[in-house]
């Protein structure tokens, strides 16, 4: 009785590492579909399934990529492979930058190429801050975001003076430029992400292109997690840290 129970616990405990392997990659991909309901239905093993019919790779076969291949060619699934810590404001770690590995194509799709003019044809304007600032900023309309960056800005609108005047005024929205570093386009390319006031602003190139990175923000943390609670994933949360920069990225963000 007592040889058979444990023999039963050794399999299971042998069986345990492959089907967590598994459900983690179900998951993810099950966490990417339900994150953007307009664009996508569903995913088998090997494909993300478009509601326009359209079926894209999961991943392209190559598992051992190094961090810098992962930002200039990640998959999809590559896209989803770094956990993005929720609510937690420790320094990153080395390399940890949740939401860097950027599938081109897929995001591509999502949003237009804005070199064809595709992103801009989604722009809407909304008005940033109506209470401290005022301003009319364009942001994309597509999977809502225009209108998750308006219950942002009324959020941010009601928290203290000193704590929102990291808010504004912005430092830009759409920018049809790649990322230095990676030579890919960033969700500025979308008109998906913001940058806020540039004068609270801390950048890890800033520092310039040394062995090590050491971590600062001024961001403060009300805002970040006002950003976080609508979609939004924070720039300061990487290693490699932009503490200015959100971008919506509700895959990264469901739990
Ligand atoms: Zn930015």
């Known amino acids: 009785m007592i040889a058979s129970r444990a023999a039963r616990i050794l399999v299971v405990l042998a069986l345990a590492p492959a089907l967590a392997k598994a459900q983690t990659r179900t998951e993810l991909l099950d966490r990417l579909v339900r994150a953007y309901p307009e664009a996508l239905s569903g995913h088998d093993d090997k494909r993300i399934l478009w509601r326009d019919g359209t079926a894209m790779p999961v991943d392209d076969g190559v598992d051992?990529?190094?961090?810098?291949?992962?930002?200039?060619?990640?998959?999809?699934?590559?896209?989803?492979?770094?956990?993005?810590?929720?609510?937690?404001?420790?320094?990153?770690?080395?390399?940890?930058?949740?939401?860097?590995?950027?599938?081109?194509?897929?995001?591509?799709?999502?949003?237009?190429?804005?070199?064809?003019g595709a992103v801009q044809r989604n722009l809407v304007t909304i008005i940033w801050l109506p209470r401290s600032w005022g301003r009319a900023i364009q942001v994309t309309r597509i999977n809502g975001v225009a209108d998750r960056l308006k219950e942002v800005s009324a959020e941010i609108d009601k928290l203290d003076p000193a704590l929102r005047a990291a808010a504004f005024p912005i430092a830009g929205v759409l920018s049809c430029r790649p990322v230095a570093d990676t030579g890919r386009m960033s969700m500025h390319g979308y008109a998906a992400a913001i940058d806020l006031n540039l004068r609270y602003s801390d950048y890890w190139l800033w520092a310039g292109r040394g062995k090590?990175?050491?971590?600062?923000?001024?961001?403060?943390?009300?805002?970040?997690?006002?950003?976080?609670?609508?979609?939004f994933i924070w720039g300061g949360k990487w290693y490699h840290y932009d503490t200015m920069h959100f971008e919506y990225r509700p895959e990264l963000l469901a739990r």
């Open 64 to 116: 051992d990529k190094s961090f810098d291949q992962r930002l200039r060619d990640a998959s999809i699934i590559d896209q989803l492979r770094l956990s993005y810590p929720v609510g937690v404001s420790a320094p990153p770690a080395l390399n940890a930058d949740p939401g860097r590995f950027r599938n081109e194509a897929f995001f591509k799709k999502m949003y237009g190429d804005c070199r064809s």
């Open 212 to 231: 090590s990175v050491s971590y600062k923000n001024r961001m403060p943390r009300e805002i970040v997690d006002i950003f976080e609670r609508h979609g």
